[in-house]
């Protein structure tokens, strides 16, 4: 089953830890892995954007620029996320259908544009189920229910073991761009969101696409 935007019972996963890639906290052995991340630069529209959660939460607003500008001036991909917060009523009139469409396209600008990087820590997961560690959220992630099982969507996980396996099956070569999802009034800072290339050596310092 492809994740669907809407939360289902069925769509409930129990998954036992110690078969598991887990990742809670971005300083672990997978924490890459995670949307708060640093080290994953990204250009959107020729805006520099430090990580894919804040990218994610300012595709809420495509209708509030001043919004999503203020959630991408945010040094912290946390505070970024907490930004967003007090706008959320007024986020896209079809968020909950399109949110897992968009955090689908946002991991794979992250792998886009940072294939050399981001590839191998997919690839290093093997075939293991890749599991977000989350005590509050069990759609994109998977709560513990004891020192072995986290049961929850996942749907973040789910996302992650697709693009592996895409990822893996075109040896990478199929993530040289990447187009818009189709959907309506998909901008950044009132201008449709364009095709996501990889960036080009020259924006690259030290690995990191927009320099320190």
Known sequence: ?????????????????????????TAEE???????????????????ILTAEALYQACRFPHRPEIQRLIIDQKSPMTAKMKSKPHRADSRSDWDAARVTIMRWCVRAKLVQNRSKFGPLLLST??????????????????????EVLVGSN??????????????????????HLDPPRIPNFQIYGEPIRVVTPP?????????????
């Open 126 to 147: 093997l075939d293991r189920p890749i599991v977000e560690e989350s005590r509050r959220d069990d759609f994109w992630g998977a709560q513990p229910v004891d020192a």
């Open 30 to 48: 997978f924490g890459g892995l995670s949307n708060m991340a640093g080290g994953f630069p990204l250009e959107i529209n020729g805006i520099p």
């Open 155 to 176: 749907l973040l996980g789910r996302l992650l073991m697709e693009l592996r396996q895409q990822f893996r099956e075109t040896n990478g070569d199929g993530f040289k």
């Open 200 to 212: 080009s050596p020259k924006r690259r310092r030290g690995g990191d696409l927009f320099g320190s």
């Open 1 to 25: 089953m492809n994740p669907s935007g809407a939360k289902r019972r069925s769509e409930t996963r129990t998954y036992r830890r110690s078969a598991c890639v887990v990742f809670c906290k």
